[in-house]
């Protein structure tokens, strides 16, 4: 019994020695200024093939890791204040991966701004190859009824509805709209854009080549440019004309006619949800939310082409230019924030 007590108490003592960084970090926790939330990565961060994080470790000198064992990959952090997160590909992996984030005793995300910077499908009636879209609005496109294309009446222009509605673009108030349809702060977005919109994105003759294929679409076969463009969610990568009409349709029907479907990707309300909800408790604040989206590719195949050709279609350079334009576009706003810290970590830009 004396050797049972005695092994108790050494047990407890280590326990309590394993624990006291814990203890430490909660007690306190890191202030992080912004966070750079990518959603994947190739290979390694220094294998100088790069995803959506790469460019940001290495640019930004995000040295230092931390453990994280409830997210997706490990964090990255450097001594400024910038912490970078990857969340994993679709809405589950990011819905999971903020909060675990958002609840993580170790960092005092109170007055952090959120900068979600990805890669996505853009409407070539808006946007062409590697231009960049600051997202207004950010809305879900899984919460739907639908119906298969084969089987829709006649009159009806595809087989997707609000579950609120009975045919397409016909909804009422609904208890899930708060988690479909979340408007970010306008004043932010639209100081992002001012300071970002003359960014020089670089062009290339392969992605000059392959926008001209868009005949018609007058946006499409410009060079890469900025631009306030909303953003939809969803965890099916659809393809062709008539799902595209839907999108834009989808983004109209939820934002009261005030937005506009630019950019197709897979995470951005995922990541919205989790915020809104860390904001009400008091971890986070939701108005200092930024969602930056880059083109690697169109929503929809040129004209002459099918949406199954589409769908085999190779991104341009492996999408390499979307990825540098996302790094190239947010790092203006990120360097923004980080030089003039002392006004908007508590004035939010625009105010």
């Not at 064992?69 to 997160?85: A, I, T, W």
């Not at 089987?151 to 509805?161: H, L, Q, V």
């Not at 004309?241 to 349709?249: G, K, R, S, T, Y």
């Amino acid at each position: 019994m004396k050797t049972f007590i005695q092994a108790l108490k050494c047990l407890t003592v280590t326990s309590v020695c394993l624990l006291a960084p814990l203890f430490t970090q909660a007690q306190n926790p890191i202030e992080v200024k912004v966070v750079i939330v990518a959603m994947f990565e190739r290979g390694t961060v220094d294998d100088g093939k790069p995803g959506e994080f790469e460019l940001w470790v290495r640019n930004e000198k995000l040295d230092q890791v931390f453990p994280f064992s409830m997210g997706y990959v490990d964090l990255r952090m450097n001594d400024k204040g910038v912490l970078g997160v990857v969340t994993g590909v679709g809405v589950t992996n990011a819905t999971a991966t903020i909060m675990a984030l958002g609840t993580d005793p170790r960092f005092d995300l109170s007055r952090a701004y959120w900068l979600v910077a990805g890669i996505a499908g853009a409407d070539p009636n808006d946007a062409s190859l590697a231009s960049a879209a600051w997202a207004e609005y950010v809305v879900d496109g899984d919460l739907i009824h639908e119906i298969e294309g084969r089987e829709i009446p006649e009159d009806w222009p595809y087989g997707k509805m609000a579950l609120s509605g009975t045919r397409p673009n016909e909804r009422k108030p609904q208890s899930t709209d708060d988690v479909i349809v979340h408007k970010l702060n306008p004043s932010l977005v639209h100081w992002a854009y001012k300071l970002t919109k003359d960014t020089k994105i670089p062009d290339g003759p392969e992605i000059a080549a392959f926008r001209k294929q868009f005949k018609g679409y007058p946006n499409a076969v410009k060079p890469p440019f900025v631009l306030i463009g909303d953003a939809m969610g969803s965890s099916t990568y659809w393809h062709g004309d008539i799902f595209n009409q839907w999108a834009n349709d989808w983004i109209k029907l939820y934002s009261n006619d005030q937005g506009n479907f630019v950019m197709t990707a897979m995470e951005d309300n995922g990541t919205a949800t989790a915020l809104m909800r860390l904001a009400k408790a008091g971890r986070v604040d939701f108005d200092r939310l930024l969602v930056l989206r880059t083109a690697s590719n169109y929503s929809t195949p040129p004209p002459g082409e099918s949406a199954s050709w589409h769908i085999s279609a190779e991104y341009v350079l492996g999408g390499r230019p979307a990825i540098e334009s996302a790094y190239q576009v947010g790092s203006v706003v990120l360097h923004e924030l980080l030089n003039n810290w002392s006004h908007y970590q508590n004035i939010l830009p625009g105010e």
